[in-house]
C-alpha cells in the first residue's frame, strides 16, 4: 500500500482532489521530522498494515483512514497536549475537504482517545487496538520499539525518563484488557504483557 495514493483516493471520494498535494505534503513533512523515531510514517504505515484486512468490520473506514494520518501529526516530546492539538489540526483539515460535522466529531474523537487508550464505540477501539499492536509484537521488535521511543526522549536523562516510562508501563499491565476487540486481545494480549513486563523489569 502507498500511503500517498492512498491518502489521494480518500481525498477524491469527497471531491476534495485540488486539495490533495498541499494536504499529503503537510502530512509527510510532520511525520518525517527528524525527531520521529517511531511516530513517523512506517508507524502510520504499520496502523493500515494491521487493519486493512478488519475493514469490513469497521463502520466507517474512511474516517479511520484520516484518523489513521492525523492521530499524530502533532508529535512532540516535551508536550502533553499532542492528541488534542493532533485532533484540532484534523478538525481543521476535514472540515476544508467538506466533511459533514458528525463525523469529523467522529474522527476527533478517535483521536483523542488514543491518549488514554479508551474508546466505547467499535470503531474507536479498533484504532485503539492497532495503534498498540507494536505491544503484541515479537520481543526482538518490541525491543526496538522501545530503543525508537527512547531517542525520541532523549532531550530527557534516564532520572526522569525512566519514572515516566514506569508509570505508562504500570498504566497498560494494570488495564483488565489492554486490546479492547476480540481480533487483537486473541493475537497480541500475552505476549504484549510479557513484553511490557520485561520492559518493566529492564528499568527497576
Not at 493500515?48 to 484520516?66: A, R, Y
Not at 499491565?173 to 520492559?199: G, P
Amino acid at each position: 500500500m502507498d500511503l500517498k495514493n492512498t491518502f489521494f483516493l480518500l481525498l477524491s471520494e469527497y471531491q476534495a482532489s485540488s486539495l490533495s498535494e498541499k494536504l499529503w505534503n503537510e502530512i509527510e513533512s510532520a511525520y518525517n521530522q527528524r525527531s520521529r523515531h517511531y511516530h513517523n510514517l512506517i508507524h502510520i504505515q504499520s496502523l493500515f498494515d494491521v487493519l486493512s484486512s478488519l475493514k469490513e468490520q469497521v463502520n466507517d473506514w474512511e474516517i479511520i483512514q484520516f484518523s489513521i494520518f492525523y492521530h499524530d501529526i502533532i508529535y512532540k516530546a516535551t508536550k502533553s497536549n499532542n492528541e488534542e492539538k493532533s485532533a484540532e489540526l484534523a478538525v481543521d483539515r476535514l472540515i476544508e475537504i467538506g466533511l459533514d460535522t458528525e463525523r469529523i466529531e467522529s474522527c476527533k474523537n478517535q483521536i483523542v482517545a488514543t491518549k488514554t487508550h479508551e474508546g466505547h464505540d467499535s470503531d474507536t477501539k479498533f484504532l485503539l487496538d492497532a495503534d498498540l499492536s507494536i505491544l503484541g509484537t515479537t520481543s526482538q521488535d518490541y525491543i526496538k520499539y522501545t530503543q525508537q521511543i527512547r531517542k525520541e526522549y532523549s532531550i530527557y536523562p534516564d532520572l526522569l525518563y525512566k519514572p515516566g516510562r514506569k508509570k505508562v508501563l504500570q498504566h497498560f499491565l494494570e488495564m483488565d484488557r489492554i486490546f479492547k476487540t476480540d481480533h487483537f486481545y486473541n493475537q497480541l494480549e500475552n505476549q504484549a504483557r510479557q513484553n511490557l513486563q520485561a520492559e518493566l523489569d529492564s528499568l527497576s
